[in-house]
């Protein structure tokens, strides 16, 4: 089983929709987890860092479930320039973490 | 405010031909640095990481190697490239838990 397992997308939406995705963990250890972006041919960038239940910024809210092992990312009244690939992100100890394979959004005009 | 650097961004190699990238962080001291790999359409591999100068720990088996010859410089390396080396090479740094990437290198082996 991947350590950090997202459904790849893509998931097509309107501006102004909400759009919402999740990501499973394998480690129930685990104690912290991230949302990056990705922008095609680009680094990664971080979004949200998530240590607790979860927390929201902007338009953006990231959920953590731990009995159930899981993270989701919403996105409320989406913008064309949220069309990116958002990277779950699980912190391995040790300063190392382990990276899904991203999930692919694109919202259209 | 930090910020990290890496070059080249594009590179072209033959197969067998020697590979070094450079990775750089300014404004902040004694980083964890961190070499990803990412090939096309897949997640970021975790090739090396390194907690202080000289100190290098490798994620996977590999024909590529890691050095760390200053506190905020970080190298990777080959002596002999595969096909199969090709990729998407990301350099990242982090003082806590979260990472921060460089622009990145694309390497294309042919």
């Known amino acids: 089983r991947k350590e950090v397992e997202q459904d790849p997308g893509p998931f097509n939406v309107p501006e102004g929709a909400t759009v919402a995705f999740n990501c499973t963990y394998s480690?129930?250890?685990?104690?912290?987890f991230f949302w990056y972006r990705q922008d095609c041919r680009k680094e990664p960038k971080l979004l949200m860092s998530?240590?607790?239940s979860g927390n929201e910024d902007g338009r953006f809210t990231a959920q953590l479930n731990r009995a159930s092992q899981y993270i989701s990312l919403l996105i409320r009244d989406s913008k064309l320039s949220d069309s990116a690939t958002y990277l779950c992100?699980?912190?391995?100890?040790?300063?190392?973490?382990?990276f899904g394979a991203g999930t692919t959004v694109t919202v259209r005009a | 405010s930090q910020t990290i650097h890496q070059w080249p961004a594009t590179l072209v190699q033959p197969v067998g031909s020697p590979l070094s990238l450079e990775c750089t962080v300014e404004?902040?001291?004694?980083?964890?640095l961190y070499w990803y790999r990412q090939a096309a359409g897949r997640g970021l591999q975790l090739l090396f990481y390194?907690?202080?100068?000289?100190?290098i720990s490798s994620e996977v088996p590999q024909n590529l190697s890691a050095s760390r010859p200053q506190d905020r410089q970080f190298i990777l390396s080959s002596k002999k490239l595969l096909l199969s080396d090709s990729g998407f090479y990301l350099c990242?740094?982090?003082?806590?838990?979260?990472?921060?990437f460089g622009p990145g290198t694309r390497l294309t082996v042919t």
């Open positions: 990242a740094w982090s003082a806590a838990l979260e990472q921060y």
């Open positions: 480690n129930s250890a685990s104690q912290s």
């Open positions: 998530v240590y607790s």
């Open positions: 992100v699980v912190n391995r100890g040790d300063y190392k973490l382990s």
């Open positions: 404004g902040t001291s004694n980083p964890n």
């Open positions: 390194s907690v202080g100068i000289g100190q």
